[in-house]
């Protein structure tokens, strides 16, 4: 029954664990800056994304696939994912460099999105000071396997530990680089158009200071997550002091978001499957 349905991982993963962090708001802005550095990455979106005229809808678009993937049923994520990999498949893009067209869903760009995501997920969650020991480190990479063979990769070429992802970048960091295309899009990351309701006010000639200023924090907290080396790809440097002052900084809004009415820190898909592992538990003790 679907009601007895826990989905991909369920209750006792890493998973939910790290999934039920607000932080992670700051996680998939992190990934971003992260996956622009790709040249064939950000010239896939760039020639086949309306990021730039439906940002928040592209925002709330992916957040509702993850949260479908980590918290729907079995049979809701598998849908999810098919529904991906047919988008992908009628998607090309031409590299900016040789002129040589290629698809969206070639292995080694899914891979890219795939690793810097749920690297992003895990490192900030863990900075942010949510208590993961090293296996469960590793056991999150092993279960993000599963949703890497949604978008169709074979989970046998993914990293599925911390090491082997920190291998995976060290092959591929020789690959990226600030193209004019990363550094628009990392501008545009950090300053977007405010969502219809918020950019009205401003029409009208009304102060937004303090949304604006709250998400130039998210946004420059984002960046300063990054890796040194992706830092220093931006022309950033990789100090120590970055690294500290990071980890302050999401550590207080981590504390912040986590005081907030459970109503607005957890969605539908997130409370449904509680509810479910609630009743599957109930009908296990009964």
Known sequence: MESDDLGLFGPGSVTWKVHGEPILIVAGLRALYLQALHPRAMAGVAQNSD???DAWGRLVRTAAYVATTVYGTTAEAEAAGAR???LHARLQAT???TGEPFRIDDPELLRWVHVTEVESFLSTARRAGLPLTDAEADGYHAEQR???ALVGLDPADVPGS???VAE?????RP???LTREAAETALFLTAPPLPWKLSLPARLGLNLGPPRWAYLGIAGTAFALLPPWARRRYGGLGLPTTELSADLTVRALRLTLAALPRRWREGPLQQAAKERARLATAGLVD
Do not use: H, I, K, S
Request: aromatic share 14%.
């Open 146 to 148: 599963r949703a890497a």
């Open 51 to 53: 990021y730039r005229t």
């Open 168 to 172: 995976y970048y060290r092959r591929v």
């Open 175 to 177: 690959e990226l680089r």
């Open 95 to 97: 590299d900016p460099v």
């Open 84 to 86: 991906l990999r047919r």
């Open 162 to 164: 911390v090491a082997e």
